[in-house]
């Protein structure tokens, strides 16, 4: 399979507890986004990366979100002490620089309880 | 500030209906681009069409049809004879230049499209 992977799929996790999710882009691709997308919204980008790069982040990504790319090539998305708010599918997306298209993976579906 | 707007937040229709759904843009680039991506149940994206903002030029897919008019900032989308399989839930998208054409999305809430048999 040559496209996006994100693992897991779904995650529960108790109030309080750090979460993190992994995303796989298509292999030449260089450029990396997250998303969320809360129930029956579209999806709100949250940062991206130019190979290990962070080169933009949302207003929407507080403190408590961090994201890796560190050999530029899969990302991380941890989130600490994790709030009911943060209840959400979390989207991974890749593009090349050559065509720009981005390519989405499944999302990770996140609760908080 | 980029904007989309897809007014139409569920729509039914029986099968081999046609439908149309609506998306209207803001934005103050004179080079953007528009995009559809289709979201299954699975919760993947699948990319469905992109149209930069000097191509006006209507375009047909099979069953699927865009309409773009920059007159009125919209890019609608039409399925021509839907199928259940066609069930969805559709997002309209807008990306600026910066971003080569794609890649960081402002997304519009989605139409949730049920085509019934």
């Known amino acids: 399979d040559t496209g996006v992977s994100q693992n897991p799929r779904h995650k529960i996790t108790k109030r309080g507890q750090n979460v993190t999710f992994r995303c796989d882009p298509i292999s030449e691709h260089n450029r990396l986004y997250w998303y969320r997308q809360t129930l029956g919204q579209g999806p709100e980008f949250l940062t991206y990366?130019?190979?290990?790069?962070?080169?933009?982040k949302s207003r929407l990504l507080s403190d408590r979100f961090s994201a890796e790319r560190p050999k530029g090539s899969f990302s991380t998305l941890e989130i600490q002490r994790t709030e009911q708010g943060d209840s959400a599918m979390y989207l991974c997306?890749?593009?090349?620089?050559?065509?720009?298209?981005?390519?989405f993976g499944q999302g990770t579906r996140l609760t908080v309880v | 500030a980029q904007k989309v707007t897809q007014a139409q937040t569920e729509i039914s229709v029986v099968e081999k209906e046609d439908v149309t759904l609506d998306c209207v843009y803001e934005?103050?680039?004179?080079?953007?681009?528009l995009f559809w991506y289709k979201q299954p149940p699975s919760g993947e994206l699948v990319f469905l069409i992109r149209?930069?903002?000097?191509?006006?030029q209507n375009e047909i897919s099979g069953r699927y049809s865009w309409n773009f008019q920059k007159s009125t900032s919209s890019f609608n989308f039409t399925i021509t004879a839907s199928q259940v399989v066609d069930s969805a839930v559709y997002f309209c998208?807008?990306?600026?230049?910066?971003?080569?054409?794609?890649?960081?999305?402002?997304f519009g809430q989605g139409t949730e499209l049920s085509v019934k048999p």
């Open positions: 149209r930069n903002s000097f191509d006006e």
């Open positions: 934005t103050r680039d004179t080079t953007y681009y």
């Open positions: 998208a807008l990306s600026d230049a910066l971003y080569n054409q794609g890649g960081k999305l402002i």
């Open positions: 990366f130019q190979n290990e790069a962070q080169l933009e």
């Open positions: 997306a890749s593009s090349s620089t050559r065509t720009g298209l981005a390519f």
